[in-house]
């Protein structure tokens, strides 16, 4: 039970005050009889029994700090809040240096419905505390009580600070997509009302359009935010992706020129060169593709992408070891990079190696497949969320 490990955590040592006082010889057995047998029962796994002698000895020396901690947090565990909490705060008081005891409070405080009491200790301790799985534990509880005041720069600021020690945690993760969406919302509706016909207001509905799927939209509203301001940072890579998406060969055209144009806009867009690569290589001109491939590598040094698409202009023109190189480069770098481990398979093949060539057609079958089940998963959250709108 997590009980005995918070116990132990605690580090109280058994000793109460009333030991290193002057008092009658019978009181201090008493004490010292209730907190060894308390001890012992823990050591017993048996917390009832164990936070009665604690209150036994708190009944002869209301003072007693390691009797005040243990039976605050056995009270705690037993979810009896109302019990714990006087006791948490007592042994708070007398030494406020006791992190966890304090992290408990705050928690305690917070199942009360006491928020402001619950946020100055949580504030306080959260930053102190050592033990990942209290601090993510405690990070989490503050970071509910900052929602519900709407206080979301700080709640991301404790998000941020949790990722670091857990970054694969569920429940952090989804704290993280909640908070960084009503950033998002919030911030459309400040911009919505502050600059209505920006070219950043455009350009941010552009994107929530392309999230929902609505790729026509999207470009709509890109080029509203293109006309509204030339000079948006990013507007024709923006718009060249969602074009780019098009089957339609006149925007498949139009997206290589809006590319070439971020290009001018911004030298250093080696997102934009490898696009352009990608365009220029599916229509056969191999040395302009790899041109566009360099250049981006020479702004990013192990640009995936680019590394990707140059493999695929060395594989084209039959210098498949060298292609091989950049690939298991990348594979190395990117496990779950899905278009590397299918023109590994090529190359492979090309080299007569079929049981590698097999094994990386696999691999790029796992991910691609686990591409597609991500994308239904979202598709359905994104028809779930459509039917429980108020404005359906």
């Not at 008493?30 to 823990?42: F, G, Y």
């Not at 867009?269 to 290589?281: E, P, S």
């Not at 990117?334 to 080299?351: E, F, G, Q």
């Amino acid at each position: 039970m997590r009980v005995f490990f918070f116990l132990v955590l605690l580090g109280l040592s058994g000793t109460g005050s009333i030991a290193a006082q002057s008092d009658t010889g019978s009181r201090t057995q008493q004490v010292q009889i209730h907190e060894r047998r308390a001890h012992e029962l823990l050591n017993e796994k048996k917390p009832e029994l164990a936070a009665k002698e604690f209150a036994a000895v708190l009944a002869i020396d209301p003072h007693n700090l390691d009797a005040q901690g243990n039976l605050g947090v056995l009270l705690y565990f037993q979810s009896d809040y109302a019990g714990a909490e006087p006791h948490l705060r007592a042994a708070v008081e007398q030494q406020p240096d006791l992190v966890k005891i304090r992290t408990l409070l705050g928690m305690c405080e917070k199942r009360l419905g006491k928020m402001d009491l619950a946020r100055t200790d949580l504030e306080a301790v959260v930053p102190q505390i050592r033990e990942p799985n209290l601090r993510v534990e405690a990070g989490l509880e503050l970071i509910e009580i900052y929602t519900a005041t709407n206080d979301l720069d700080k709640a991301a600021g404790i998000i941020a600070t949790l990722r670091v020690d857990a970054p694969t945690n569920p429940e952090i993760l989804y704290a993280a997509y909640r908070i960084y969406s009503d950033l998002a919302s919030e911030a459309m509706l400040d911009m919505s009302v502050a600059a209505p016909d920006s070219g950043q207001m455009h350009q941010a509905m552009a994107h929530e359009l392309a999230r929902q799927g609505d790729i026509a939209g999207a470009i709509t509203a890109f080029r509203a935010a293109l006309a509204a301001n030339p000079q948006l940072p990013g507007i024709h890579f923006e718009l060249a992706e969602a074009l780019n998406t098009s089957l339609d060969p006149k925007l498949k055209e139009e997206a290589a020129e809006q590319y070439r144009l971020a290009i001018v806009a911004n030298a250093l867009d080696n997102r934009a060169l490898c696009k352009l690569g990608d365009i220029v290589a599916a229509k056969g001109d191999l040395d302009e593709a790899e041109g566009y491939y360099k250049q981006a590598l020479a702004v990013v040094p192990g640009d995936t992408d680019a590394e990707v698409g140059l493999a695929f202009i060395y594989a084209q023109k039959n210098d498949p070891t060298t292609a091989l190189s950049l690939l298991e480069r990348v594979v190395t770098a990117d496990p779950s990079n899905i278009m590397a481990h299918y023109r590994l398979s090529s190359v492979y093949r090309a080299l007569h190696r079929p049981e590698d060539a097999k094994r990386e057609l696999a691999e790029y079958k796992k991910y691609k497949d686990l591409k597609e089940k991500l994308r239904t998963v979202y598709k359905g959250l994104q028809v779930d969320a459509q039917q429980v709108s108020p404005d359906k």
